[in-house]
Protein backbone atom coordinates (compact mmCIF):
# COMPACT_ATOMS: atom_id res chain seq x y z
CA UNK A 1 0.00 0.00 0.00
CA UNK A 2 1.86 3.25 -0.70
CA UNK A 3 2.12 6.19 0.94
CA UNK A 4 -0.34 8.25 -0.31
CA UNK A 5 -3.10 6.10 -0.02
CA UNK A 6 -2.06 5.67 4.08
CA UNK A 7 -2.31 9.30 4.35
CA UNK A 8 -6.06 9.16 2.52
CA UNK A 9 -7.38 6.64 4.55
CA UNK A 10 -5.88 8.45 7.73
CA UNK A 11 -7.67 11.57 6.29
CA UNK A 12 -10.50 10.18 5.26
CA UNK A 13 -10.96 8.39 9.12
CA UNK A 14 -9.92 11.63 10.92
CA UNK A 15 -12.66 13.55 8.77
CA UNK A 16 -15.44 11.33 9.95
CA UNK A 17 -14.48 11.30 13.68
CA UNK A 18 -14.74 15.14 13.60
CA UNK A 19 -17.64 14.57 12.37
CA UNK A 20 -19.08 11.72 14.92
CA UNK A 21 -17.69 13.91 17.62
CA UNK A 22 -19.73 16.83 16.18
CA UNK A 23 -23.11 14.55 16.78
CA UNK A 24 -21.66 13.42 20.26
CA UNK A 25 -21.95 16.82 21.23
CA UNK A 26 -25.45 18.06 20.15
CA UNK A 27 -26.62 15.07 22.43
CA UNK A 28 -25.20 17.00 25.72
CA UNK A 29 -26.77 20.33 23.56
CA UNK A 30 -30.47 18.29 23.89
CA UNK A 31 -30.59 16.38 27.11
CA UNK A 32 -28.30 19.30 29.46
CA UNK A 33 -31.97 21.33 28.95
CA UNK A 34 -33.27 18.56 31.38
CA UNK A 35 -30.91 19.21 33.89
CA UNK A 36 -30.75 22.66 33.57
CA UNK A 37 -34.23 23.91 33.23
CA UNK A 38 -35.91 20.99 35.02
CA UNK A 39 -33.64 19.39 37.09
CA UNK A 40 -31.83 22.73 38.63
CA UNK A 41 -34.39 25.80 37.95
CA UNK A 42 -38.10 24.77 38.20
CA UNK A 43 -39.02 21.56 39.60
CA UNK A 44 -37.48 21.41 42.90
CA UNK A 45 -39.47 24.55 43.90
CA UNK A 46 -42.56 23.72 42.26
CA UNK A 47 -42.91 20.56 42.94
CA UNK A 48 -42.43 21.57 46.31
CA UNK A 49 -45.23 24.18 46.13
CA UNK A 50 -47.13 21.01 45.01
CA UNK A 51 -46.37 18.48 47.92
CA UNK A 52 -47.31 21.61 50.22
CA UNK A 53 -50.55 21.76 48.63
CA UNK A 54 -51.12 18.37 49.25
CA UNK A 55 -49.42 18.57 52.61
CA UNK A 56 -52.07 17.84 56.14
CA UNK A 57 -51.91 20.77 59.04
CA UNK A 58 -48.67 19.09 60.62
CA UNK A 59 -47.00 20.01 56.65
CA UNK A 60 -46.47 16.26 56.15
CA UNK A 61 -47.78 14.40 52.60
CA UNK A 62 -47.44 10.41 52.97
CA UNK A 63 -46.77 8.80 49.43
CA UNK A 64 -47.17 5.00 50.25
CA UNK A 65 -48.44 5.83 53.33
CA UNK A 66 -45.37 7.15 54.88
CA UNK A 67 -44.90 10.48 56.50
CA UNK A 68 -42.49 12.44 54.49
CA UNK A 69 -42.31 16.45 55.11
CA UNK A 70 -43.64 18.48 52.13
CA UNK A 71 -40.03 20.18 52.31
CA UNK A 72 -38.07 16.91 51.76
CA UNK A 73 -40.32 15.49 49.01
CA UNK A 74 -38.16 16.44 45.62
CA UNK A 75 -35.19 15.11 47.46
CA UNK A 76 -36.64 12.34 48.09
CA UNK A 77 -37.78 11.40 44.75
CA UNK A 78 -34.46 12.74 43.71
CA UNK A 79 -32.74 9.83 46.07
CA UNK A 80 -35.62 7.38 44.71
CA UNK A 81 -34.36 7.51 41.09
CA UNK A 82 -30.66 5.78 41.42
CA UNK A 83 -32.66 3.01 42.69
CA UNK A 84 -34.47 2.33 39.42
CA UNK A 85 -31.50 3.61 37.60
CA UNK A 86 -29.29 0.82 39.41
CA UNK A 87 -30.99 -1.66 37.81
CA UNK A 88 -31.53 -0.42 34.68
CA UNK A 89 -28.22 1.16 33.81
CA UNK A 90 -26.12 -1.63 34.07
CA UNK A 91 -28.35 -4.25 32.09
CA UNK A 92 -27.99 -1.46 29.40
CA UNK A 93 -24.05 -1.12 29.53
CA UNK A 94 -24.05 -4.77 29.19
CA UNK A 95 -26.19 -5.29 26.13
CA UNK A 96 -24.29 -1.93 24.89
CA UNK A 97 -20.99 -3.74 24.95
CA UNK A 98 -22.31 -6.99 24.23
CA UNK A 99 -24.20 -5.98 21.36
CA UNK A 100 -22.67 -3.06 19.96
CA UNK A 101 -25.74 -1.31 19.03
CA UNK A 102 -25.80 1.57 20.99
CA UNK A 103 -27.75 3.84 19.34
CA UNK A 104 -31.25 2.03 19.64
CA UNK A 105 -30.91 1.55 23.45
CA UNK A 106 -29.45 5.50 23.52
CA UNK A 107 -33.12 6.23 21.75
CA UNK A 108 -35.48 4.70 23.51
CA UNK A 109 -33.76 6.17 26.62
CA UNK A 110 -34.12 9.55 25.62
CA UNK A 111 -37.58 9.17 24.01
CA UNK A 112 -38.45 7.55 27.45
CA UNK A 113 -36.82 10.80 29.71
CA UNK A 114 -38.33 13.44 27.10
CA UNK A 115 -42.09 11.95 26.98
CA UNK A 116 -42.11 11.94 30.71
CA UNK A 117 -40.80 15.39 31.05
CA UNK A 118 -42.82 16.63 28.67
CA UNK A 119 -45.93 15.13 30.68
CA UNK A 120 -44.89 17.75 33.33
CA UNK A 121 -47.07 20.12 31.62
CA UNK A 122 -50.22 17.87 33.56
CA UNK A 123 -48.35 18.65 37.00
CA UNK A 124 -50.71 20.76 38.78
CA UNK A 125 -53.15 21.16 41.55
CA UNK A 126 -51.86 18.43 44.47
CA UNK A 127 -50.75 15.86 42.03
CA UNK A 128 -47.26 15.36 43.80
CA UNK A 129 -47.20 12.00 43.58
CA UNK A 130 -47.60 12.25 39.30
CA UNK A 131 -44.49 14.74 39.45
CA UNK A 132 -42.76 11.81 41.75
CA UNK A 133 -42.82 9.38 39.10
CA UNK A 134 -42.38 11.84 35.96
CA UNK A 135 -39.57 12.32 37.60
CA UNK A 136 -37.78 9.22 38.48
CA UNK A 137 -39.01 8.11 35.11
CA UNK A 138 -37.24 11.02 33.69
CA UNK A 139 -33.78 10.86 36.02
CA UNK A 140 -33.42 7.31 34.79
CA UNK A 141 -33.99 7.67 31.55
CA UNK A 142 -31.36 10.19 31.76
CA UNK A 143 -28.50 7.83 33.54
CA UNK A 144 -29.45 4.84 31.23
CA UNK A 145 -28.64 7.46 28.38
CA UNK A 146 -25.30 9.13 29.50
CA UNK A 147 -24.34 5.71 30.18
CA UNK A 148 -24.35 5.27 26.07
CA UNK A 149 -23.75 8.83 25.14
CA UNK A 150 -20.29 9.23 27.64
CA UNK A 151 -19.24 5.33 26.87
CA UNK A 152 -18.71 6.35 23.07
CA UNK A 153 -15.96 8.83 23.85
CA UNK A 154 -12.75 6.56 24.10
CA UNK A 155 -14.39 5.16 20.47
CA UNK A 156 -14.01 8.88 18.92
CA UNK A 157 -11.21 10.29 21.02
CA UNK A 158 -7.93 9.33 20.86
CA UNK A 159 -6.54 9.56 24.43
CA UNK A 160 -4.48 13.08 23.40
CA UNK A 161 -8.12 14.65 22.33
CA UNK A 162 -10.32 13.51 25.30
CA UNK A 163 -10.07 15.94 27.63
CA UNK A 164 -10.74 18.85 25.06
CA UNK A 165 -13.51 16.99 23.22
CA UNK A 166 -15.11 16.00 26.82
CA UNK A 167 -14.91 19.31 27.48
CA UNK A 168 -16.39 20.61 24.13
CA UNK A 169 -19.58 18.34 24.76
CA UNK A 170 -20.27 19.81 28.37
CA UNK A 171 -19.70 23.49 26.91
CA UNK A 172 -22.53 22.81 24.14
CA UNK A 173 -24.94 21.66 27.46
CA UNK A 174 -24.62 24.44 28.87
CA UNK A 175 -25.07 26.45 26.18
CA UNK A 176 -28.27 25.28 25.34
CA UNK A 177 -29.64 25.72 29.07
CA UNK A 178 -28.31 29.25 28.52
CA UNK A 179 -30.46 29.61 25.34
CA UNK A 180 -33.61 27.71 26.57
CA UNK A 181 -33.03 29.31 30.04
CA UNK A 182 -33.36 32.92 28.44
CA UNK A 183 -36.69 31.88 26.67
CA UNK A 184 -37.85 30.42 29.63
CA UNK A 185 -37.14 33.84 31.89
CA UNK A 186 -39.10 35.72 29.13
CA UNK A 187 -42.14 33.22 29.56
CA UNK A 188 -41.93 32.96 33.18
CA UNK A 189 -41.43 36.77 34.17
CA UNK A 190 -44.25 38.11 31.15
CA UNK A 191 -46.62 34.99 31.51
CA UNK A 192 -49.91 37.85 32.12
CA UNK A 193 -48.79 39.45 28.63
CA UNK A 194 -48.41 35.49 27.55
CA UNK A 195 -51.88 35.03 28.35
CA UNK A 196 -51.41 32.01 30.89
CA UNK A 197 -50.82 31.62 35.38
CA UNK A 198 -47.71 31.75 36.80
CA UNK A 199 -47.91 27.78 37.09
CA UNK A 200 -49.11 27.39 33.40
CA UNK A 201 -45.85 29.26 32.30
CA UNK A 202 -43.82 26.76 34.62
CA UNK A 203 -45.77 23.63 33.31
CA UNK A 204 -44.95 24.88 30.27
CA UNK A 205 -41.23 25.78 31.30
CA UNK A 206 -40.92 22.14 31.89
CA UNK A 207 -42.36 20.29 28.99
CA UNK A 208 -40.49 22.30 26.67
CA UNK A 209 -37.52 20.74 27.88
CA UNK A 210 -38.57 17.59 27.05
CA UNK A 211 -39.29 18.95 23.55
CA UNK A 212 -36.50 20.25 22.96
CA UNK A 213 -34.57 16.97 24.43
CA UNK A 214 -36.07 14.80 21.89
CA UNK A 215 -35.78 16.75 18.74
CA UNK A 216 -32.00 17.52 19.15
CA UNK A 217 -31.75 13.84 19.91
CA UNK A 218 -32.06 13.10 16.49
CA UNK A 219 -28.57 14.66 15.44
CA UNK A 220 -26.42 12.26 17.54
CA UNK A 221 -28.56 9.08 16.68
CA UNK A 222 -28.47 9.96 12.78
CA UNK A 223 -24.17 10.63 13.44
CA UNK A 224 -23.08 8.46 15.74
CA UNK A 225 -22.17 4.65 14.09
CA UNK A 226 -22.47 1.16 16.01
CA UNK A 227 -19.77 -0.74 16.27
CA UNK A 228 -20.80 -4.19 16.35
CA UNK A 229 -19.47 -7.16 18.36
CA UNK A 230 -19.65 -10.71 17.41
CA UNK A 231 -21.83 -11.73 20.52
CA UNK A 232 -25.10 -9.88 19.34
CA UNK A 233 -28.46 -11.00 20.45
CA UNK A 234 -26.58 -12.48 23.57
CA UNK A 235 -27.06 -9.27 25.96
CA UNK A 236 -30.74 -9.63 27.36
CA UNK A 237 -30.16 -13.19 28.87
CA UNK A 238 -26.95 -11.93 30.43
CA UNK A 239 -27.99 -8.82 31.85
CA UNK A 240 -27.63 -9.46 35.32
CA UNK A 241 -25.11 -12.14 35.37
CA UNK A 242 -22.89 -9.52 33.52
CA UNK A 243 -23.29 -6.97 36.19
CA UNK A 244 -21.69 -9.11 38.48
CA UNK A 245 -18.71 -9.93 36.11
CA UNK A 246 -18.44 -6.38 35.88
CA UNK A 247 -17.95 -5.91 39.56
CA UNK A 248 -15.61 -8.56 39.73
CA UNK A 249 -13.78 -6.73 36.85
CA UNK A 250 -13.50 -3.74 38.24
CA UNK A 251 -12.21 -5.43 41.92
CA UNK A 252 -9.31 -6.98 39.70
CA UNK A 253 -8.79 -3.07 38.51
CA UNK A 254 -8.30 -1.50 42.12
CA UNK A 255 -7.02 1.79 40.85
CA UNK A 256 -10.11 2.21 38.39
CA UNK A 257 -12.29 1.45 41.02
CA UNK A 258 -10.43 3.81 43.65
CA UNK A 259 -11.07 6.81 41.06
CA UNK A 260 -14.76 5.56 40.37
CA UNK A 261 -14.94 6.10 44.41
CA UNK A 262 -14.09 9.76 44.61
CA UNK A 263 -15.46 10.51 41.46
CA UNK A 264 -18.71 8.86 42.90
CA UNK A 265 -18.29 10.84 46.15
CA UNK A 266 -17.62 13.80 45.48
CA UNK A 267 -19.82 13.63 42.34
CA UNK A 268 -22.70 13.07 44.40
CA UNK A 269 -21.90 16.38 46.05
CA UNK A 270 -21.92 18.57 42.81
CA UNK A 271 -25.22 17.08 41.66
CA UNK A 272 -27.15 17.74 45.27
CA UNK A 273 -25.94 21.43 44.82
CA UNK A 274 -27.22 21.26 41.34
CA UNK A 275 -30.46 19.89 41.53
CA UNK A 276 -31.58 21.51 45.59
CA UNK A 277 -29.90 24.97 44.71
CA UNK A 278 -33.43 26.50 43.69
CA UNK A 279 -34.79 24.71 46.72
CA UNK A 280 -32.23 26.90 48.90
CA UNK A 281 -32.77 30.00 47.16
CA UNK A 282 -36.23 30.16 47.18
CA UNK A 283 -36.88 28.24 50.89
CA UNK A 284 -34.20 30.05 52.86
CA UNK A 285 -33.35 32.65 51.49
CA UNK A 286 -36.98 33.76 49.45
CA UNK A 287 -35.68 34.47 46.32
CA UNK A 288 -38.02 35.21 43.77
CA UNK A 289 -38.30 32.67 40.52
CA UNK A 290 -37.26 34.87 38.11
CA UNK A 291 -34.27 35.61 40.52
CA UNK A 292 -32.88 31.78 40.40
CA UNK A 293 -33.43 31.97 36.75
CA UNK A 294 -31.37 34.71 36.39
CA UNK A 295 -28.85 33.13 38.65
CA UNK A 296 -28.76 29.59 37.06
CA UNK A 297 -28.10 31.27 33.62
CA UNK A 298 -25.36 32.96 34.79
CA UNK A 299 -24.12 29.74 35.86
CA UNK A 300 -24.64 28.14 32.52
CA UNK A 301 -22.93 31.05 30.99
CA UNK A 302 -19.59 30.70 33.12
CA UNK A 303 -19.60 27.11 32.99
CA UNK A 304 -18.93 27.03 29.14
CA UNK A 305 -15.74 29.12 29.62
CA UNK A 306 -15.31 27.41 32.97
CA UNK A 307 -15.47 23.89 30.69
CA UNK A 308 -13.09 24.97 28.18
CA UNK A 309 -10.35 26.94 30.33
CA UNK A 310 -10.70 23.86 32.75
CA UNK A 311 -9.62 21.88 29.64
CA UNK A 312 -7.07 24.12 29.02
CA UNK A 313 -5.97 24.24 32.49
CA UNK A 314 -5.25 20.50 32.12
CA UNK A 315 -3.41 20.30 29.30
CA UNK A 316 -0.51 22.42 31.49
CA UNK A 317 -1.08 20.99 34.51
CA UNK A 318 -2.82 17.81 33.90
CA UNK A 319 -6.71 16.37 34.68
CA UNK A 320 -6.06 15.52 38.26
CA UNK A 321 -4.48 18.84 39.60
CA UNK A 322 -7.24 20.73 37.82
CA UNK A 323 -10.35 18.52 39.47
CA UNK A 324 -8.24 18.68 42.71
CA UNK A 325 -8.44 22.65 42.17
CA UNK A 326 -11.84 22.65 41.87
CA UNK A 327 -13.17 20.54 44.63
CA UNK A 328 -11.49 23.12 47.09
CA UNK A 329 -13.33 26.15 45.11
CA UNK A 330 -16.57 23.62 45.75
CA UNK A 331 -15.58 23.31 49.32
CA UNK A 332 -15.43 27.15 49.64
CA UNK A 333 -18.14 27.84 47.80
CA UNK A 334 -20.75 25.71 50.23
CA UNK A 335 -19.26 27.59 53.07
CA UNK A 336 -19.70 30.65 51.62
CA UNK A 337 -23.47 29.61 50.98
CA UNK A 338 -24.58 28.60 54.22
CA UNK A 339 -23.64 32.72 55.55
CA UNK A 340 -25.59 34.17 52.71
CA UNK A 341 -28.23 36.59 53.81
CA UNK A 342 -32.03 35.91 53.12
CA UNK A 343 -33.22 38.27 50.67
CA UNK A 344 -29.93 39.55 48.85
CA UNK A 345 -29.92 38.58 45.58
CA UNK A 346 -26.53 40.00 45.17
CA UNK A 347 -24.49 37.91 46.92
CA UNK A 348 -26.53 34.56 45.98
CA UNK A 349 -25.14 35.84 41.95
CA UNK A 350 -21.87 35.66 43.19
CA UNK A 351 -22.09 32.61 44.38
CA UNK A 352 -23.59 31.44 41.16
CA UNK A 353 -20.60 32.65 39.73
CA UNK A 354 -18.32 31.00 41.27
CA UNK A 355 -20.27 27.62 40.84
CA UNK A 356 -20.49 28.58 37.06
CA UNK A 357 -16.42 28.76 36.58
CA UNK A 358 -15.76 25.44 38.24
CA UNK A 359 -18.73 23.15 37.34
CA UNK A 360 -18.23 22.14 33.66
CA UNK A 361 -14.78 21.95 34.04
CA UNK A 362 -14.82 19.42 37.44
CA UNK A 363 -17.28 17.10 35.31
CA UNK A 364 -16.07 17.02 31.71
CA UNK A 365 -12.64 16.47 32.92
CA UNK A 366 -13.71 13.56 35.42
CA UNK A 367 -15.44 12.25 32.46
CA UNK A 368 -12.55 12.29 29.96
CA UNK A 369 -10.16 10.96 33.37
CA UNK A 370 -12.14 8.13 33.86
CA UNK A 371 -12.31 6.79 29.80
CA UNK A 372 -8.28 6.36 29.63
CA UNK A 373 -9.26 3.80 33.23
CA UNK A 374 -11.54 1.62 31.51
CA UNK A 375 -9.88 -1.35 29.76
CA UNK A 376 -11.27 -1.45 25.93
CA UNK A 377 -14.51 -3.18 24.73
CA UNK A 378 -15.89 -2.14 28.62
CA UNK A 379 -16.48 1.28 28.13
CA UNK A 380 -20.56 0.92 28.00
CA UNK A 381 -20.20 -1.60 31.25
CA UNK A 382 -17.90 0.56 33.22
CA UNK A 383 -19.67 3.74 32.50
CA UNK A 384 -22.98 2.30 33.65
CA UNK A 385 -21.04 2.24 37.41
CA UNK A 386 -19.46 5.84 36.47
CA UNK A 387 -23.09 7.30 35.67
CA UNK A 388 -24.59 6.52 39.01
CA UNK A 389 -23.97 9.72 40.25
CA UNK A 390 -23.61 11.65 36.92
CA UNK A 391 -25.90 14.13 36.08
CA UNK A 392 -28.53 14.44 39.41
CA UNK A 393 -28.09 10.61 39.69
CA UNK A 394 -26.80 10.94 42.61
CA UNK A 395 -28.40 9.62 45.73
CA UNK A 396 -26.63 9.73 49.21
CA UNK A 397 -26.38 13.45 48.90
CA UNK A 398 -29.85 14.38 48.39
CA UNK A 399 -30.98 11.76 50.93
CA UNK A 400 -28.58 13.24 53.54
CA UNK A 401 -30.10 16.99 52.22
CA UNK A 402 -33.51 15.96 52.56
CA UNK A 403 -32.92 14.11 56.25
CA UNK A 404 -31.17 16.97 57.46
CA UNK A 405 -33.56 19.01 56.67
CA UNK A 406 -36.19 16.70 57.95
CA UNK A 407 -34.17 17.18 61.44
CA UNK A 408 -33.49 20.48 61.84
CA UNK A 409 -35.78 22.31 59.89
CA UNK A 410 -33.42 24.37 58.61
CA UNK A 411 -32.42 24.34 54.67
CA UNK A 412 -28.62 26.18 55.81
CA UNK A 413 -27.89 23.25 57.85
CA UNK A 414 -28.92 20.48 54.88
CA UNK A 415 -26.40 23.16 52.82
CA UNK A 416 -23.45 22.82 54.83
CA UNK A 417 -23.99 19.15 55.42
CA UNK A 418 -22.45 18.39 51.87
CA UNK A 419 -19.14 19.62 52.68
CA UNK A 420 -18.34 16.21 53.82
CA UNK A 421 -18.73 15.35 49.87
CA UNK A 422 -15.70 17.32 48.64
CA UNK A 423 -13.62 16.83 51.45
CA UNK A 424 -13.57 12.90 51.01
CA UNK A 425 -13.77 13.26 47.53
CA UNK A 426 -10.72 15.58 47.15
CA UNK A 427 -8.79 12.75 49.63
CA UNK A 428 -9.23 10.16 47.91
CA UNK A 429 -8.69 11.40 44.69
CA UNK A 430 -5.62 12.73 45.86
CA UNK A 431 -4.23 9.44 46.55
CA UNK A 432 -4.70 7.89 43.44
CA UNK A 433 -1.67 7.03 40.73
CA UNK A 434 -4.10 7.69 38.07
CA UNK A 435 -0.33 7.01 35.37
CA UNK A 436 -0.20 3.81 37.10
CA UNK A 437 -3.74 3.30 36.84
CA UNK A 438 -4.00 3.93 33.14
CA UNK A 439 -1.44 1.47 32.34
CA UNK A 440 -2.86 -0.66 34.45
CA UNK A 441 -5.53 -0.44 32.16
CA UNK A 442 -4.19 -1.49 29.16
CA UNK A 443 -4.16 1.85 27.51
CA UNK A 444 -1.37 4.59 26.58
CA UNK A 445 -0.57 6.97 29.00
CA UNK A 446 -0.73 10.91 28.05
CA UNK A 447 1.90 13.00 28.24
CA UNK A 448 -0.44 15.08 30.71
CA UNK A 449 -3.03 13.41 33.31
Known amino acids: MSTDTVRAGAADEAVERRREQRGWYFYDWACSVYSTSVLTVFLGPYLTAVAKHAADADGFVHPLGVPVRAGSFFAYAVSASVIVSIVVMPMA ?8 RKKPLLAAAAYLGAAATTG ?6 DR ?22 NSYLPQIAPPEERDAVSSRGWAFGYAAGSVVLVANLVLFTAHDSFGVSESTAVRICLASAGVWWGAFTLVPLKRLRDRRTASAGQA ?3 GWRQLAATVRDMRRQPLTLSFLLAYLIYNDGIQTVISQASVYGSEELGLSQSTLITAVLLVQVLAVGGALGMGRLARTYGAKRTILGSLVAWTLTLAAGYFLPAGAPVWFFVLASGIGLVLGGSQALSRSLFSHLVPSGKEAEYFSAYEMSDRGMSWLGPLL ?11 RDAIISLVVFFVIGFVLLARVPVRRAVRDAGNPVPERI
Open 93 to 100: GAAADRTG
Open 120 to 125: MFFLDG
Open 401 to 411: FGLTYQLTGSY
Open 236 to 238: SAH
Open 128 to 149: YLLGGLLLIVANASLAVSMVLY
